[in-house]
């Protein structure tokens, strides 16, 4: 797997698949995810002719750590060291849960002339509930904002119990296999800036096509926040994704693959 570094010396990890001539997709994991959780995505998307690359960013796969004091803006600074390393200047950008949220701060710290449309699976714009915002994390509100995500990713009791989905669950261990479940100091400090960030006047003056997905039985936040974030961009769109929980991908992966495809398809000719 190629390595690049960031100016702050941390090695990004990434891998390229398809033919060299296609049209550029960058799939972003989400937390802590290696970039072997898209595996369900990457043949369907090289089937189809696009130029695949896959990022571990910082604290992900392959990569370095991520440092104390990495942020939602160091996460948007290695998506542009990748994208600049590679001269990609057209890339559909692909998220999952936080790597989802990464496309709002690269498109906030470097703009979207490097991007063609963007697809965000399973993550809401604003995790913390209020102020007329009801599609957040479940639990998280203005009273234990400087709490709740204190130690680890709290357990909200909602959504499909794992027993109760083995085949999907199964799929979820498989591509996240050999994730450590102990967090260290620099993943903790990024989950509260996350967890504290509010996308939505990015999402409003995103000018591309973006497609918001959920999965309908997400454990972190209700479904309603796809056709809520949808509403907010100028060429939004939405999807939910029946009996999928928040590893939309990997539980219900043919039905994104399809859903994906066929976004970037019709991305591609409204280019």
Do not use: C
Not at 74 to 100: E, K, P, Q, W, Y
Request: aromatic share 8%; hydrophobic share 45%.
């Amino acid at each position: 797997m190629p390595f690049l570094t960031a100016p702050d010396g941390v090695r990004l990890a990434y891998s390229q698949h398809g033919p060299a001539s296609g049209a550029a997709v960058v799939l972003l994991a989400g937390f802590r995810a290696p970039g072997t959780s898209w595996r369900f995505q990457v043949p369907a998307l090289v089937a189809a002719g696009y130029r695949v690359t896959v990022l571990d960013l910082r604290g992900h796969g392959a990569a370095d750590p991520s440092p104390v004091g990495t942020t939602m803006a160091t996460r948007a600074s290695d998506v542009d060291v990748l994208l600049r390393h590679l001269g990609i200047s057209d890339a559909v950008l692909v998220g999952g849960s936080m790597g989802a949220s990464t496309i709002w701060a690269y498109v906030a710290e470097f703009g979207e002339s490097r991007v063609r449309a963007a697809v965000s699976v399973d993550q809401t714009p604003r995790m913390l509930n209020g102020d007329g915002w009801d599609h957040g994390f479940y639990g998280y509100d203005a009273a234990n904002r400087d709490t709740y995500f204190a130690t680890t990713i709290p357990e909200t009791g909602m959504g499909t119990p794992l027993w109760r989905k083995p085949v999907r669950t199964l799929r979820l261990l498989r591509a996240m296999a050999g994730v450590s479940r102990e967090f260290r100091p620099g993943d903790l400090g990024l989950l509260n800036d996350h967890a504290r960030a509010d996308w939505r006047t990015v999402i409003a003056s995103f000018s591309r096509p973006v497609l918001f997905v959920a999965g309908a039985e997400s454990e972190y936040w209700p479904s309603s926040h796809a056709a809520a974030a949808a509403a907010l961009a100028p060429r939004g769109s939405s999807a939910v994704v029946e009996r999928a929980g928040h590893a939309t991908n990997m539980e219900q992966w043919r039905a994104v693959n399809g859903g994906l495809a066929n976004f970037a398809s019709r991305a591609g000719e409204s280019a």
